[in-house]
């Protein structure tokens, strides 16, 4: 099976662990897609569902490593490969001055980045009216497995150490959205400046977009190279449906702070998160895919994982085949836009942990 479609099988079914304890930890909860753990496939490392409802009954069985850490994936005693695990980073045997764990501070994603939510809390959580229905950024805090404000000085001593131990090649900053016009943007700015001063490492900052675009050239000023601002559905319908407090900024405010980003940027260097399968046609996620390479946005589409936990943990995944409808066409409009995953400096785009697309783009899947 050519690699892209193996990675959308696995997305969307997810992966049952005969050894739950191989590779590095897993992540759950959190900001973003979660439940996850990294495994290599071919030589990219993705993200695969080992937590959620539909990975327990998944039809794929990846078995222990073996002395040199392969595993096998099977489907219905069927070998269809093998995986490798990445493995615990060294950072997350740290613990700063105070006697926080560094892994409480940020966390590996895939291979080689380094995640952090530096505001662990939201205005939009405080309510189900509210809330983005697909996110967990409260469950782990409340679990204890991160600290509510992680301070530019901590961001920075985790940031050289992950470098220097571990090789991570770029960062990923979130944050849930505070109270305040800037959306979160002040934060990220001292940030972003901290982790420079202390360490030359691409950063890709995350927010919804603020009241006044200057914000990006102070973002950019502070030592961000790129930045994400994540639509996540795209018909007005499904978004006020799925997140009714964050579709209050409109599609239209995103477009304008898209148009206004890339100057600053750069082209290519501003992306936005797309999941797939939260009630978006395909039709709809490939105009608005259209719309925004034109822009010179990286749209970075990635299957829905239901995680525990949160009011759409049920809701299923988006079929292998779907993923392929929307991935296929995609990655060829990205290319043609002059765009593509390797040129982003920084970020979720050039990870690309979470979705088959760079594997598509490369042109491994047919
Ligand atoms: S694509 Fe983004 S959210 Fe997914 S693993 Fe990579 S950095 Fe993390």
Known sequence: MATGRLINELQSYGVRLVDPKAGADSRRGGAGPSDHKAM???????????HTAPAFESPYLVEKPDAFGR??????????GEVTFP?????????TADGIPYSKIAVLHGRDVLAT????????????????QFCAIGQ???AGRTIERKTPAQLAEVAKAAVELDGVKHMVMTTGTPPGRDRGCEILAESAAAVKAAVDLPIQVQSEPPDDDAWFQRLKDAGADALGMHLEAVTPEVRSRIMPGKAQVSV????????????????GQVSTYILAGLGDTAEAILAMSEKLV?????PFVVPFVPISGTPLESHPTPSPAF???????LSKMVRAGGLSATDIKAGCGRCGACSALSAYEKGVAP
């Open 40 to 50: 290599t496939v071919d030589g990219m490392t993705v993200m695969v569902p080992v």
């Open 71 to 80: 595993s096998r994936v099977s489907r219905d005693g069927v070998s269809l």
């Open 87 to 95: 493995l615990q980073p060294k950072f997350y045997g740290l613990s």
């Open 117 to 132: 939510t530096v505001l662990q809390s939201c205005i939009r959580y405080q309510s189900r009216t509210k809330t983005c």
């Open 140 to 142: 782990s805090l409340a």
């Open 252 to 267: 239209e405010r995103y477009l304008a702070a898209f148009a206004a980003a890339v100057p600053v940027f750069g082209r």
């Open 294 to 298: 034109a822009l010179g946005v990286y």
């Open 323 to 329: 993923m392929h409808e929307i991935l296929g066409p």
